[in-house]
C-alpha cells in the first residue's frame, strides 16, 4: 500500500469513529459518579506523553504553553456542561447524561486540527527521524507549540465536563435543585 491510501484509510476511519461517538454522545448515557474520572485521567496521561515528546523533539515552549491550553479546554468543558442534560440517580452512585452536539463538535474539532496539523508537518516519519538523528527537529516550533496546546485543550475540556457534572452531582446531595 502506497502512503496516500495509508492516509486516506486513516482518516477515513478516523472520520467514521468520530461520527459513532458523536452519535453516541448525543444519546442520554449512563455515568457512574466514580468511574467518569478514568477517562479524563487516561487522557491527561496521554497528553502529557504528547506534549512532553514535542517539547523534546521540538521546542520546550510546547511544555510550558500547554497549561494555558488545559485551562482553557476546562473551561470549554465547563461551558459545555451547562448545555448537557443531566438526571442524577442518588441511590446508584450515577448520572444520565445528554451532552449537546456543539461540544463533541467541538473536541472533534480540536482533534481533527491536531492530527491535521501532525499530517501536515511529516507525521510519525518526522519523530522518528528526531528520535533517531541527533539534531533533526521532528515539528517546526510553532506546529510542535499549537500541537501541544490543541491536545490539551481537548484533554481539558473533557476534564471540564466531568468537574461540572460532579458539582451537579453534588449539588443533588444537600438536596439543592439541579441546573
Known amino acids: 500500500m502506497n502512503q496516500t491510501l495509508t492516509y486516506v484509510l486513516i482518516v477515513l476511519a478516523l472520520v ?16 457512574s459518579v466514580s468511574r467518569m474520572w478514568i477517562s479524563p485521567a487516561i487522557f491527561l496521561v496521554i497528553t502529557i506523553g504528547v ?10 515552549l510546547a ?12 473551561a470549554i468543558g465547563f461551558y459545555q ?16 447524561v445528554k451532552t449537546s452536539p456543539i461540544g463533541a463538535l467541538i473536541f472533534i474539532g480540536v482533534l481533527a486540527l491536531r492530527i491535521g496539523l501532525r499530517f ?11 528520535q533517531t538523528q541527533p539534531g533533526v527537529v521532528a515539528l ?3 506546529a510542535a507549540i499549537f500541537g501541544s496546546v490543541l491536545l ?13 457534572l460532579q458539582g451537579i452531582y453534588n449539588k443533588a446531595d444537600q438536596g439543592r435543585p439541579l441546573q
Open 152 to 164: 490539551a485543550l481537548a484533554a481539558g475540556s473533557v476534564l471540564g465536563l466531568r468537574i461540572y
Open 51 to 60: 506534549v512532553v515528546l514535542d517539547a523534546r523533539t521540538s521546542t520546550p
Open 63 to 74: 511544555a510550558l504553553l500547554a497549561p494555558l491550553g488545559l485551562v482553557a479546554g476546562i
Open 16 to 31: 467514521i469513529g468520530m461520527g459513532f461517538r458523536v452519535y453516541r454522545m448525543t444519546r442520554e448515557r449512563r455515568w
Open 120 to 130: 501536515a508537518s511529516g507525521g510519525m516519519a518526522a519523530v522518528q527521524a528526531a
Open 81 to 96: 456542561g451547562t448545555h448537557t442534560t443531566v438526571r442524577v440517580d442518588k441511590p446508584n452512585h450515577s448520572l444520565f
Open 140 to 142: 517546526p516550533p510553532a
